[in-house]
């Protein structure tokens, strides 16, 4: 399977840990992009990579999430300190430099903090 | 960045042909529409793109009129498989380094 994967695919945890979920983009691909769903919503930008470059974290949703490319292949998402708000779908996708409109998805990180 | 504007539901039935309209009165020079498809407990998956007339490919028809205030996602014989949520995104994809997802519409094919 050549597509995107994520894991974990479920994570629960209680409020104030940390939690830290992995993408593995398609091989080819050198744009990586993390997204937050919560139900009934569409995607939620959060952070973008060209390679291990992070060009825009601006959207990160507060300083307690941070994340890293550091070899320009997998990716990481890190929460720290967990709130109950956190709870949602975490997504990954990938897409070449030059088609950022077409991106490749992955089945999603579901996080429940409990 | 453009808005958009999608019913939040539609129903339709299997073998029929759905048209899922999308406005976005202040789309830019630059801006690309890009529709995409999302199923439940999966990540989206891009549909369609276009920037003016007409686009078709194996799965959909995107019509976009000259003002390019709106587009229209067309989806032929609709089968049960193609119940989902739809999205529609606008946005320059030369200067956009993100997309931004609304609600979307969701697609209810019935037999």
């Known amino acids: 399977d050549t597509g995107v994967s994520q894991d974990p695919r479920h994570k629960i945890t209680k409020r104030g840990q940390n939690v830290t979920f992995r993408c593995d983009p398609i091989s080819e691909h050198n744009r990586l992009y993390w997204y937050r769903q919560t139900l009934g919503q569409g995607p939620e930008f959060l952070t973008y990579f060209q390679n291990e470059a992070q060009l825009e974290k601006s959207r990160l949703l507060s300083d307690r999430f941070s994340a890293e490319r550091p070899k320009g292949s997998f990716s990481t998402l890190e929460i720290q300190r967990t709130e109950q708000g956190d709870s949602a779908m975490y997504l990954c996708?990938?897409?070449?430099?030059?088609?950022?409109?077409?991106?490749?998805f992955g089945p999603g990180t579901r996080l429940t903090v409990l | 960045l453009a808005k958009t504007t999608q019913p939040i539901s539609m129903d339709s039935y299997e073998g029929q042909e759905v048209n899922i309209t999308c406005s976005h009165n202040?789309?830019?020079?630059?801006?690309?529409i890009t529709w995409y498809q999302q199923f439940p407990s999966q990540g989206p998956r891009f549909i369609i793109q276009?920037?003016?007339t007409k686009v078709t490919n194996e799965v959909a028809s995107l019509f976009i009129p000259a003002d390019r205030k709106s587009s229209t996602l067309s989806l032929p014989r609709v089968s049960l498989s193609d119940t989902a949520v739809y999205y529609c995104?606008?946005?320059?994809?030369?200067?956009?380094?993100?997309?931004?997802f609304g609600a979307g519409t969701r697609l209810t094919v019935k037999p």
């Open positions: 202040n789309i830019a020079t630059n801006d690309y």
């Open positions: 276009g920037y003016k």
């Open positions: 995104l606008v946005g320059d994809i030369d200067n956009n380094n993100d997309m931004r």
């Open positions: 996708a990938s897409s070449f430099w030059d088609q950022m409109v077409e991106q490749f």
